[in-house]
């Protein structure tokens, strides 16, 4: 399973555009690129996710280039309710189920 | 989508007991996922459970440790056996619905042992 790579942290202020890259340099051909969202005391919530090019949806975009070895989460006009843990996944198509999560990446978002 | 929720929401225990977390999901799935997320760290996956065959377990996570039902397509359990202080952690659950890309999870188990 490709393994993911994503900044420890970021901080950021409210009203701005966060863009959190991850790198996934060994992925696979039939790998997709899934993102999770983490408040203090939940569960991961799912945000996007993508094979190729840009998906976007009411809550996030994200970007792939050509060669799928990053991809970006585009978070637009972040808020206080964005801080949180953003976890980078990549995981196959078919086959296993279960997620593997890395590190992640904390946001915080200041007034 | 599915909603799920865990019984109890946290709980302190002492050394050497054990505790059965329950998982309940508002719809049938096949697969449900049992995760633990120490302080401050990232999800590890504990084991995969399925409805009528045995769970999954993960590389250093085993049975006797943490055994886990699933008695039917709505519910699971998972008991954490002798615990010690190293157990203190918070388990989830989770299911696959929605498609077969999207993973829900509850809102998971916060525990204490001392």
């Known amino acids: 399973l490709a393994k993911t790579t994503q900044p420890i942290s970021m901080d950021s202020y409210e009203g701005q555009e966060v863009n959190i890259t991850c790198s996934h340099n060994?992925?696979?051909?039939?790998?997709?690129i899934t993102w999770y969202q983490q408040f203090p005391s939940q569960g991961p919530r799912f945000i996007i996710q993508g094979y190729k090019t840009k998906v976007t949806n009411e809550v996030a975009s994200l970007f792939i280039p050509a060669d799928r070895k990053s991809s970006t989460l585009s978070l637009p006009r972040v808020s206080l309710s964005d801080t949180a843990v953003y976890y980078c996944l990549v995981r196959r198509g078919t086959g296993r189920r279960a997620l593997t999560f890395g590190s992640g990446t904390r946001l915080q978002v200041q007034p | 989508s599915a909603v799920i929720s865990q019984k109890p929401s946290r709980d302190i225990c002492q050394r050497g007991t054990s505790l059965t977390i329950q998982c309940q999901v508002d719809?049938?799935?096949?697969?449900m996922f049992w995760y633990r997320q120490q302080p401050g760290q990232s999800l590890t996956l504990i084991a995969t459970?399925?409805?009528?065959?045995?769970?999954?377990?993960e590389s250093g996570f085993v049975i006797d440790k943490f055994p886990i039902s699933r008695p039917n397509l709505t519910f699971s359990t998972l008991t954490v056996s002798n615990m010690s202080p190293e157990d203190s952690s918070i388990y989830l659950c989770?299911?696959?619905?929605?498609?077969?890309?999207?993973?829900?999870f509850g809102p998971g188990t916060r525990l204490t042992v001392t």
């Open positions: 719809s049938q799935v096949t697969m």
């Open positions: 060994n992925i696979a051909t039939n790998d997709y």
């Open positions: 459970a399925n409805q009528g065959s045995e769970a999954t377990y």
């Open positions: 989770s299911v696959e619905a929605g498609g077969p890309d999207e993973q829900y």
